[in-house]
């Protein structure tokens, strides 16, 4: 009774939350949706993802639980990233970066059946009640490998745009005319005010979670003089590797894993005060990214982005992937009627973390969106497809 109660005080605070989220920038939403749509994926990626990470971790008990499925999830877990992985390089080798963050993005919602997983394999099994084990282990082996490859596209991208805009800026300064009022010693400056603008609404609202322009490098200012010189030193002195050490950090989220693992090991009880107050915030996360999704998708078409990229992310998010889990549980022993439900949960919709992360990270929102909306929308045919097949194979029936 008394767990019944908390959750439904879990639950009912975060409604409460959400309403009152929704009820301010409600409003504004109409006005300008953009801004709306940014102060709550900053919501989401500053408190309430680090809130479900670290309760994850605080509320996982390691005794009773049934290792052999959990060492075949984690090695099922792993190939499938690294699979994604080597698609997305690959991808990003040939030169077709339209698709490669298509790819990248289902990297870290990949694979999702520990989120929706729990109540079907419970009613299969009540042995496979590991929902807690699962999610601290996808946690921990996914999150810190996806940040990581966020921050060094993001970094790489920052950099291309850098080195691009001060080629052009050279381009400029050799074309434009001398000022006959300088004697012909001086001329326009490459980086005027705008420029510098321009260049900091690359790193606005994505890379700084507590919400500074720092430079690229972390330590010297891209704008300190309008000298090409001083550019140029950014440039030679930057090191990608050192600035994605720096961005990761920063990251709340492996700070709420670290912590969160830390508190499992000493095997403390969990004190009601501190669930009272991460609860609530973690029990916000999908309904604050459904609220941004859907401020996201009004008064545009179900289809936001081109016919061929939605056809590719839809093919491969519903069909291509869930067939690789199938070969996956195959290989790593899940079969019955547990390695069943492992194409049918990785079909699932999922926009717990991914268009937060799409966005904060800038990599194909409008993708994304259209590839939640059209799983939404045709979920039941999809999953009936893959209970079909499942069933004609002889290791799963």
Known sequence: MGSIYISLTETGVAMLLTIIVGFIYAKKALKDPQVVINHLNRFVFMFALPSLLFKSFIKTDLENVNWAYANAFIAGHIASMIIIYIFYKCLVCYGIKKYSFIVLFFLFEWPNFIIFGNPILTSID??????PVLASISNFIRFPFVFFVLEK?????MKKELESKIKTNKECENKAPINPNTSGLESQ??????DQNDFDNIDSSSDQPNGSNKSINGEHSLHESNT???ETLDLENFSIWKEVGIRLLKNVNLWAIFLGIIYML????????LLLFVEP??????PVSLFAIGIFICGKRVI???????????????FLFPAMMLLIARIFGLGGDIGMTVPVLSTVPLALITFTLTHIYGLGVEICSTTIVLGTCLILPITLFWVFVTKQIPFFS
């Not at 596209?153 to 991208?157: A, G």
């Open 126 to 131: 009540p042995s496979y009640e590991i929902y």
């Open 153 to 157: 596209e993001k970094v790489e991208r």
């Open 189 to 194: 400056p490459i980086f005027n005010q705008k």
């Open 228 to 230: 090409d010189k001083s």
């Open 266 to 273: 000493t095997g403390l009880p969990v004190p009601k005060v």
């Open 281 to 286: 915030l973690a029990s916000c996360t999908v």
């Open 304 to 318: 936001s982005c081109s016919k061929r990229e939605a056809l590719f992310a839809f093919t491969a998010r519903h």
